[in-house]
C-alpha cells in the first residue's frame, strides 16, 4: 500500500505494464540476490509475488520468488551459483502470470469499492491468484440476490471502461485530502512516508480511490467478464466472496 526507504529501485511501482529490465547485482546472499532495479513484484498485499528470468554471461537463473523487507529479494532456482555482485543482468517478468494478478487486483478494488458503497461491507483481507480470488468483509451474510447484484454491477464497471491510474503522494497530504474509509491509509505502518495511491474512474469523482502497492491493469474493460462464484461465513460479522475472471 505504501513504501519507505529501500535500496532496490522498485519498477513495478510506475510501469506496471513493463516486462524486461536490466540491472546490477548489488548483494548474493546464498540463492538469493538484490538488484538495484526491478520490475519483478514482491508477495504483499494480497498479491502473489512475479516470476520470470535473469540471465548474464549466457547463463539463465528462474526466478521462483520475490520477497520485500529492507528492500527486494530475488529468490533463484538450480544448482548454479547465483550472478556474483556487480554484474549486470536482463530481467523478464512472466508476463502471463503478472496480467492475471493485474486484472484480479483491479477487480478486487471494484468489489471492494461496491462493498463499501452498497452494502456498508468494510474490506477487511484477500487473496488474489492467477485464475481466482476471493475477498473477505465486514458483513453479516449475503444472499443469492445480493451476489447476482454483486456480479451485474462488476460487469457494468468493466464494460464502462474506467480508467486506472496510480501516483505517490506525501503520507501526510493524503491523509488530509483522502477519504481514510476508503484508502485505508491507517492500516500502513508508521515507517511509511510516501502513499501510493491507486484510483480508478474520472479524476474529478473517482469510483474508488485506494492506498495500494499492487499492480494492476489500465482500465477496467482489461479485467473481463467477473463471475461471482460463491461466499462462505468467515465469521459471525464477516463473509468471503469469490470470483473467477473469464480467460484465466
Avoid at 70 to 83: K, M, N, Q, R
Avoid at 93 to 117: E, K
Avoid at 123 to 138: E, S
Wanted: with cysteine; proline share 4%; aromatic share 6%.
Amino acid at each position: 500500500m505504501g513504501r519507505g526507504t529501500e535500496m532496490t529501485e522498485q519498477l513495478y511501482l510506475t510501469e506496471t505494464g513493463r516486462a524486461e529490465f536490466d540491472a546490477t547485482v548489488e548483494r548474493r546472499l546464498d540463492d538469493r540476490v538484490v538488484l538495484d532495479r526491478t520490475c519483478f513484484y514482491p508477495t504483499g498485499g494480497g498479491q502473489p509475488n512475479d516470476t520470470g528470468t535473469l540471465a548474464a554471461d549466457g547463463e539463465t537463473w528462474r526466478v521462483t520468488d520475490v520477497t520485500k523487507k529492507d528492500t527486494v529479494y530475488h529468490v533463484l532456482a538450480g544448482d548454479a551459483d547465483p550472478p556474483a555482485t556487480g554484474t549486470t543482468v536482463s530481467g523478464a517478468v512472466d508476463w502471463d502470470r503478472r496480467r492475471a494478478h493485474s486484472r484480479y487486483h483491479t477487480a478486487q478494488h471494484l468489489l471492494s469499492a461496491f462493498l463499501l458503497a452498497e452494502f456498508d461491507a468494510e474490506t477487511t483481507g484477500n487473496q488474489i491468484h492467477a485464475d481466482r480470488a476471493h475477498l473477505d468483509c465486514a458483513y453479516p451474510r449475503f444472499d443469492d440476490a445480493d451476489l447476482a447484484r454483486v456480479e451485474d454491477r462488476l460487469n457494468d464497471l468493466v464494460d464502462a471502461a474506467l480508467p486506472v491510474r496510480w501516483y505517490e503522494l506525501d503520507r501526510a497530504t493524503a491523509e488530509a485530502r483522502l477519504d481514510p474509509a476508503r484508502t485505508r491509509i491507517h492500516l500502513l505502518p508508521d515507517s511509511i512516508t510516501e502513499v501510493r495511491i491507486v484510483e480508478i474512474g474520472p479524476e474529478d469523482d473517482p469510483y474508488d480511490r485506494t492506498a495500494c502497492a499492487g499492480t494492476h491493469v489500465a482500465s477496467t474493460d482489461e479485467v473481463g467478464a467477473v463471475r461471482v462464484t460463491g461466499r462462505e461465513t468467515k465469521g459471525s460479522e464477516e463473509e468471503r466472496v469469490r470470483f473467477e475472471l473469464d480467460g484465466t
